[in-house]
């Protein structure tokens, strides 16, 4: 009979690993090892592991968080430095394709870190149960991962290794931190244009005031073309409006918040259409007739939009000097008289975070005239046309 000189789990004299611990009877001397004595150990039948406890818990502290995987070998099997290595491999996964996630946040990269994640967790699993197997018949461990000897190395060996994968962890934080904020920029059209200039010239009649404490993105333009910018604090834009018949302002605050957003219009110094809001991630939109032609008689017809977008969302539809705000959940077809407007143009935000596909479309004489979608979170879609 072998008493493990580390435990005191009696073992068969044959046996060169303890079938509790794991630990090697190699080269230790036999009076070491208790051979042929007597000697008991209290409770021994309590010795034997249940195959199922360090599965069960590896499967549970996976699902919480890769970085848990190993938390059977530690805390039931008592292979602390085996249950480190795998919880330390579960960290580094987590760290690598968080990362990632942060630059390129597509299908691909959640699906291949799911696939590792969970292979890590499968394979946790089974290796608990082995070596609960290979201890409770006093059987030398299985390699972790058919190569490492976990019970052999030495401290400073899964120091290193646990080491290397705080820094990664370290690595991730520090992405998240210096990541840039997501883009919830409104774009009118897919067009640019370099005629719609920033600053205060004198030379320019019409200018778009924007008044508002925190982040803001804009888009500038017409049907036809549009300029983004970007910026924090107040900002008059100058517009040239030889080169225009209607110009349209699709603003958004870009930082969550109650602070408020106030837009005008400015032409020959007056204020012709201004809009404000206080909502989180607030949307304005605001537009006007610069040229100062006569439209023709429009039709009697009703302009629709309709608004495909299987979530919550809001609207400002309207133009020239009135708009008009809408919300709801779903699928709707909002009619408008076009009698009361030369230009009119919509902003239509979700309101709920999530990839779900928004939707619009202007509808004149039976006809799509524009139409934009969008999937980013909170996402903004801004339509316009000319009556």
Same mark, same amino acid.
């Given at each position: ?10 073992? =068969?004299?044959?046996? %060169? ?5 794991? =630990?090697? #009877? ?24 249940? %195959?199922?406890? &360090?599965?069960?818990?590896? #499967? ?24 480190? !290595?795998?919880?330390? !491999? ?25 696939? #590792? ?10 290796? &608990?149960? +082995? ?16 190569? !490492? ?20 962890? #370290? ?37 778009? /005031? ?42 958004? +605050? ?44 429009? =039709? ?16 400002? !539809? ?23 407007? %030369?230009?009119? &143009? ?6 709920? =975070? ?12 039976? %006809? ?7 999937? /980013? ?11």
């Amino acid at each position: 009979m072998r008493i493990c000189p580390e435990c005191g789990t009696e073992n =068969s004299d044959n046996s %060169k690993f303890c079938r509790n611990c794991g =630990s090697s #009877f190699e080269n230790l001397a036999t009076d070491d090892l208790g051979v042929g004595q007597n000697k008991r150990n209290v409770g021994n039948a309590s010795n034997q592991k249940n %195959k199922w406890i &360090a599965l069960i818990l590896n #499967f549970i502290g996976g699902m919480i968080a890769y970085c848990f995987s190993g938390i059977g070998h530690i805390l039931y099997l008592r292979l602390y430095k085996r249950g480190l !290595i795998l919880c330390a !491999i579960g960290l580094l996964i987590t760290a690598i394709f968080g990362i990632i996630a942060i630059f390129n946040d597509s299908f691909t990269v959640t699906l291949l870190s799911l696939i #590792f994640g969970f292979g890590l967790i499968i394979y946790s699993m089974y290796d &608990a149960y +082995k070596c609960t197997d290979a201890i409770n018949e006093g059987k030398q461990l299985p390699l972790l991962f058919n190569a !490492i000897d976990s019970e052999s190395m030495s401290k400073s060996k899964v120091i290193a290794v646990i080491l290397i994968c705080v820094v990664a962890l #370290f690595a991730l934080v520090g992405a998240i931190i210096l990541s840039p904020e997501p883009d919830y920029s409104p774009q009118l059209t897919n067009g640019l244009s370099g005629d719609i200039i920033g600053g205060d010239v004198e030379d320019y009649d019409v200018q778009i /005031k924007i008044i508002c404490p925190v982040e803001w993105s804009a888009s500038i333009g017409d049907e036809n073309t549009s300029t983004h910018y970007e910026g924090t604090g107040n900002r008059t834009i100058n517009i040239d409006s030889d080169d225009y018949e209607v110009i349209a302002a699709a603003v958004q +605050k870009t930082k969550s918040g109650s602070d408020n957003l106030k837009v005008q219009i400015i032409k020959d110094g007056k204020v012709v259409d201004t809009e404000s809001t206080t909502k989180d991630y607030g949307v304005v939109t605001v537009s006007a007739t610069l040229d100062g032609k006569t439209f023709a008689n429009p =039709s009697s017809d009703k302009i629709q939009f309709k608004i495909t977008c299987p979530v919550e969302w809001s609207a400002s !539809i309207g133009g020239d000097d009135t708009n008009t705000h809408y919300e709801g959940t779903g699928n709707k077809i909002i009619e408008v008289d076009p009698k009361n407007y %030369k230009v009119i &143009a919509a902003a239509v935000q979700k309101t709920k =975070s999530g990839s779900d596909n928004l939707k619009v479309e202007i509808i004149k004489d039976g %006809k799509v005239v524009d139409t934009e979608s969008t999937s /980013k979170d909170y996402g903004v879609v801004t339509v316009s046309t000319t009556i």
